[in-house]
């Protein structure tokens, strides 16, 4: 079978196999995750996929090509997915911060060792670091434009916005492990502190539901 533009052939020890470019895309991120950018190359990922190096270029003009097409899928899922959270309509201040919950809860919204990977790669390289800095005021826009619609003036809803934020962020980058079980009793005093308001209990109630349904979904 001739190669298209969509596969590659190539032959291992069971036979026939097909390299896709969601195959090349998927190793070249497990590969920034797990070992950092400097091990994401053409050869290195070739030959892990038992494939030619000049299969590649089927799906990619270069490696620069590829390192890009990472970050926009970072750019699609960890960004993308805070800011729809936070625009989220919501009929009070609570429910908006819990829609931003979702994506500490979900790791198909929001991946916490894909965005240390990129912070990672920001150190190395200045390009990606205006990159990050630019991802990091999208997302803390979107919440402080959240607050804002429920009535926080500006600089209260900023401040906010960034101590929800970079709280999170600075969990992952500790890599403190705690389960969801321990967590989750602190929810309501999470709410409190980021909104200033009581939290009803249902509303608390709602979210635990959420969280364990997404987790057993994850499973």
């Known amino acids: 079978m001739e190669a298209t533009d969509t596969t ?11 390299a896709t470019r ?50 926009d899928y970072w750019r699609q899922t960890n960004t993308r997915f805070i800011v729809e959270r936070a625009r989220r309509p919501s009929a009070t201040v609570i429910r ?54 429920h009535g926080y003036d500006e600089e209260d809803a900023f401040v906010r916005a960034r101590v929800l934020y970079f709280m999170q962020i600075g969990y992952y980058s500790l890599e403190l492990n705690e389960p969801m079980g321990s967590r989750l009793p602190h929810v309501a005093a999470y709410l409190r502190s980021f909104t200033g308001q009581e939290p009803p209990a249902e509303d608390v109630e709602e979210f635990s539901r959420y969280v364990e349904k997404t987790i057993s979904g994850n499973r």
């Open 8 to 18: 590659i052939q190539r032959a291992g020890a069971t036979g026939n196999v097909k």
């Open 22 to 71: 969601e195959d090349w895309l998927k190793l070249a991120l497990e590969t920034l995750i797990s070992d950092g950018v400097e091990r994401v190359r053409v050869l290195t990922l070739g030959q892990k996929l038992d494939v030619s190096r000049s299969s590649f270029y089927w799906y990619f003009k270069s490696r620069q090509d590829l390192l890009d097409q990472l970050l």
């Open 96 to 149: 908006g911060v819990m829609s931003i919950f979702e994506c500490w809860v979900d790791e198909r919204l929001f991946d916490p060792q894909l965005d240390f990977a990129i912070r990672a790669w920001a150190r190395r390289s200045p390009a990606i670091r205006r990159v990050l800095d630019e991802a990091d005021e999208e997302r803390v826009d979107a919440i402080r434009e959240m607050f804002m619609r």
